[in-house]
C-alpha cells in the first residue's frame, strides 16, 4: 500500500508471499541496547500477513497466517506465532509471545479469544483475494480501465 515504511536499512527484513502492509505503516527490525550502543536484529514476515493502517512492528518475528488490526503497535522483539490475531487499538508491550489460534486486544495487549482451526484457510482467501484485485497505480492515474483477465 502507500505510504508504509519498511525499515531494510537497518537489518534484514524479510517477507513472505502474499502479505499486505497497509497505509502508514511501519515496519522495522527489532533493537536491543547495550553499553556500548545498539543492535539490530532481523525480523522475518511470513506469509499472508495482513498488516492493517496505522500500525507500527518492532517485532522479532510475525508467522505466516497472522492479522494485525488498525492502529497497533507491536512492541520491541515480541514474536506473533502462526494463526494469530492481533484486535484493532493494541498495544502489545515488549517482548510478548502470542500463542497460535489466540486473539490479542487491549492495551497492554491480553488473551482475549481464540480463533477457529481454519484462521490459516481464512487468512490465505483474504490476502490471495486482495491480490487479485490489485492495479497497478500507473494505470489508476491515466484513468484507464483495469485490464481484468
Do not use: W
Not at 20 to 28: D, M, T
Amino acid at each position: 500500500m502507500s505510504d508504509c515504511i519498511i525499515r531494510g536499512d537497518l537489518a534484514n527484513v524479510r517477507i513472505g508471499r502474499h502479505c499486505v502492509i497497509g497505509k502508514r505503516s511501519v515496519v522495522r527490525p527489532p533493537f536491543k541496547k547495550f553499553s556500548k550502543g545498539v543492535a539490530f536484529f532481523p525480523l522475518h514476515i511470513g506469509d499472508h500477513v495482513y498488516i492493517e493502517e496505522d500500525c507500527v512492528i518492532n517485532a522479532a518475528q510475525v508467522g505466516s497466517y497472522v492479522h494485525i488490526g488498525k492502529n497497533c503497535v507491536i512492541g520491541r522483539r515480541c514474536v506473533l506465532k502462526d494463526c494469530c490475531a492481533i484486535a484493532d487499538n493494541t498495544y502489545l508491550p515488549p517482548e510478548t509471545v502470542v500463542p497460535p489460534f489466540t486473539v490479542f486486544s487491549g492495551s497492554p495487549g491480553r488473551v482475549s479469544d481464540e480463533l477457529p482451526e481454519c484462521t490459516q484457510d481464512l487468512m490465505i482467501d483474504v490476502t490471495k483475494g486482495y491480490y487479485q484485485h490489485f492495479y497497478p497505480i500507473a494505470e489508476i492515474k491515466e484513468n484507464k480501465e483495469p485490464v481484468t483477465s
